[in-house]
T-cell receptor
Framework: AQSVAQPEDQVNVAEGNPLTVKCTYS??????LFWYVQYPNRGLQFLLK??????LVKGSYGFEAEFNKSQTSFHLKKPSALVSDSALYFC??????????????FGPGTRLSVLP | ETGVTQTPRHLVMGMTNKKSLKCEQH?????MYWYKQSAKKPLELMFV???????ENNSVPSRFSPECPNSSHLFLHLHTLQPEDSALYLC?????????????FGPGTRLTVT
């Protein structure tokens, strides 16, 4: 069974500084990896995904993520953080060996606070 | 927001009440999902529908009853709930159920069971 870990419950960063939100995963096949963001009182919003190809994936709002197969990681990054990026971030994984939607596993979430 | 709407946004119900949550997607998707989001717990997948057919029921208690009359609408019927069922209930949709497809979420219904 696949699993995903987000080792940090909380990440604090100053506005204008680069940010990283960490995610590691475990699958038996090849991973399909996703990042979502959740603002207060809202549903999850899709940011980006890695299926295959270039290890650096670019997504919405200036976010990008780097797939690292040897380290089984898919960290979310942004070169310059904004106060409006403050939210809850979820990493999710699916296994290429699963044909259908069951076993879509979400991490516990990391709360990002960008300080002005 | 994302093309997935949910009503009501907030619901307070007693343990003996019967209520329903509604979800509608305007994205032309074929798969729809119900999730439960509780504080301090990972997101829990409850039900999956693909082309109106239920394909997944993750050991959800029978007091939760889903209904999918067509690919655009999804309901969650609630009866005799427990206080521990209080949570944010999220609906999502995707193009279909293939594993590489991302999901689009509604804003959720905040349910409080008294």
């Amino acid at each position: 069974a696949q699993s995903v870990a987000q080792p940090e419950d909380q990440v604090n960063v100053a506005e204008g500084n680069p940010l990283t939100v960490k995610c590691t995963y475990s699958v038996s096949g090849n991973p399909y990896l996703f990042w979502y963001v959740q603002y207060p009182n809202r549903g999850l919003q899709f940011l980006l995904k890695y299926i295959t190809g270039d290890n650096l994936v670019k997504g919405s709002y200036g976010f990008e993520a780097e797939f690292n197969k040897s380290q089984t990681s898919f960290h979310l990054k942004k070169p310059s953080a904004l106060v409006s990026d403050s939210a809850l971030y979820f990493c999710a994984v699916r296994d290429s060996k699963d044909n259908y939607g069951q076993n879509f596993v979400f991490g516990p979430g990391t709360r990002l606070s960008v300080l002005p | 927001e994302t093309g997935v709407t949910q009503t009501p946004r907030h619901l307070v119900m007693g343990m003996t009440n019967k209520k329903s949550l509604k979800c509608e997607q305007h994205l032309g998707h074929n798969a729809m999902y119900w999730y439960k989001q509780s504080a301090k717990k990972p997101l829990e997948l409850m039900f999956v529908y693909n082309f109106k057919e239920q394909t997944e029921n993750n050991s959800v208690p029978s007091r939760f009853s889903p209904e999918c009359p067509n690919s655009s609408h999804l309901f969650l019927h609630l009866h005799t709930l427990q206080p521990e069922d209080s949570a944010l209930y999220l609906c999502a949709s995707s193009q279909d159920e293939r594993v590489m497809e991302e999901q689009y979420f509604g804003p959720g219904t905040r349910l409080t069971v008294t």
